[in-house]
């Protein structure tokens, strides 16, 4: 029932403009670092701070050759973000029917009882 | 260009709504939703049943709920009461657990009771920003970016 705690990584790693900038890069196709910190005002060592993060939360994925260190997008974590909506639909359409029965049974205790029932 | 409708699109993608028509006067429905012995009855999936709910309803006043699943797991879900409006308005924050206690993601669920003539229209909205404030920071951004995500991982398919 309960989510992944990488959700939560996931989501603060989104919270940031330029990394959702970078994210959004990625989907058109790897990249290299430099490429991806062009569009940006930002250093070279500021942009890597932000891949670091999108690399904690297993968003980008880097190539192991030293010299050409491409990124990738890994797509999980974000199925698993859009996910949550699916997951507590599911949670509170099941409540709601549960609170739907539970209310019947009160109203027709109520009737039965003619009275409010105490506090 | 229909501004309204694209702006429709963008909430629809970080927020979740349920709507439903209850036949139950408002003040019941309320009760059902903040007395202890009343939510224990119903808040859990099918099959689930409450082992133990511990609510401080008041504006920052927190509550912890366990459910117990069919299988005999144990699910904790945890939160802070944000607003309370008797018998119209309530909202809280609203985290599951992991094994060694700790919330997971928050989000800020809002449940709305509208009075139809003695029966209730209730609308329960849910966000994944734990804050009106921080939501409304978020306008756009990564709603847009889990769409791109969303065709990127259907044409990797």
Redesign the interface.
């Given at each position: 029932?309960?989510?992944?705690?990488r959700?939560?990584t996931t989501?603060s790693a989104?919270?940031d403009?330029t990394r959702?900038a970078i994210?959004?890069r990625l989907?058109s196709g790897e990249a290299s670092v430099t490429e991806l910190a062009a569009p940006f005002q930002m250093s070279l060592p500021a942009v890597s701070k932000h891949l670091k993060v999108l690399e904690r939360a297993g968003l980008v994925a880097r190539s192991r050759e030293a010299q050409w260190r491409r990124c990738r997008?890994e797509?999980g974590p974000?199925?698993d973000?859009?996910d949550?909506?699916d997951h507590?639909?599911?949670?509170?359409?099941?409540?709601?029917?549960?609170?739907?029965?539970?209310?019947?049974e009160?109203?027709a205790k109520e009737k039965s009882d003619g009275h409010e029932d105490e506090h | 260009m229909d501004m309204r409708t694209s702006i429709d699109v963008e909430e629809r993608e970080r927020e979740l709504v349920i709507t439903r028509i209850l036949d139950a006067p408002r003040d019941v429905v309320f009760r059902a939703w903040t007395e202890p012995d009343r939510v224990a009855r119903w808040w859990g999936p099918q099959g689930f049943v409450t082992t133990y709910c511990d609510m401080d309803i008041r504006p920052g006043g927190a509550f912890r709920v366990c459910m117990r699943s069919p299988e005999g797991a144990e699910h904790w879900k945890q939160g802070i009461y944000r607003e309370i409006v008797v018998p119209e308005r309530l909202a809280f924050t609203f985290a599951w657990e992991d094994a060694e206690g700790k919330p997971g993601h928050q989000t800020l669920v809002t449940v709305t009771l509208a009075d139809r003539g003695g029966r209730t229209e209730l609308t329960l909205h849910q966000a994944v920003f734990e804050t009106v404030a921080a939501r409304d920071d978020h306008r756009r951004g990564w709603t847009s970016t889990l769409q791109r995500f969303a065709e990127y991982l259907a044409g990797n398919r």
């Open positions: 029932m309960a989510l992944p705690d959700l939560s989501f989104l919270a403009p959702r994210l959004a989907v997008l797509g974000l199925k973000a859009a949550w909506r507590y639909r599911r949670f509170w359409e099941q409540s709601l029917d549960r609170l739907e029965d539970y209310l019947d009160l109203q | -």
